[in-house]
Nanobody, 120 residues
Framework: QVQLVESGGGLVQAGGSLRLSCAAS????MGWFRQAPGKEREFVAA????????AYTDSVKGRFTISRDNAKNTLYLQMNSLKPEDTAVYYC?????????????????WGQGTQVTVPS
């Protein structure tokens, strides 16, 4: 069983930045998802185990960067130029594979989520 622990959420003004972290050990492909109130959980970004492959949803391209430090067993999501529509609970997820996984139903493990709020 893998335990995923997110941190780094908070309240930030529009245009600001936050960095989310997710602690997880093991050989996993990982991703970030988010869920806004009244909406379905949506894909944000994914990264392969080695870090060489990444994917983003269109709305965050150029603003968010997913990365990982396997020596520290940590996944990151650097979020810049934040917008009110980025407000959501952000979840990290892991799957026991080394490739790139973008669909939520394929992930095996989930964190508890961290709230990101960008007031309008």
């Amino acid at each position: 069983q893998v335990q995923l622990v997110e941190s780094g959420g908070g309240l930030v003004q529009a245009g600001g930045s936050l960095r989310l972290s997710c602690a997880a050990s093991g050989r996993y492909a990982m991703g970030w998802f988010r869920q806004a109130p009244g909406k379905e959980r949506e894909f944000v970004a994914a990264i392969s185990w080695g870090g060489g492959r990444t994917a983003y949803t269109d709305s965050v391209k150029g603003r968010f960067t997913i990365s990982r430090d396997n020596a520290k067993n940590t996944l990151y999501l650097q979020m810049n130029s934040l917008k009110p529509e980025d407000t959501a609970v952000y979840y990290c997820a892991a799957k026991s594979t080394i490739g790139l996984v973008t669909r939520s139903r394929e992930y095996d493990y989930w964190g508890q989520g961290t709230q990101v709020t960008v007031p309008s």
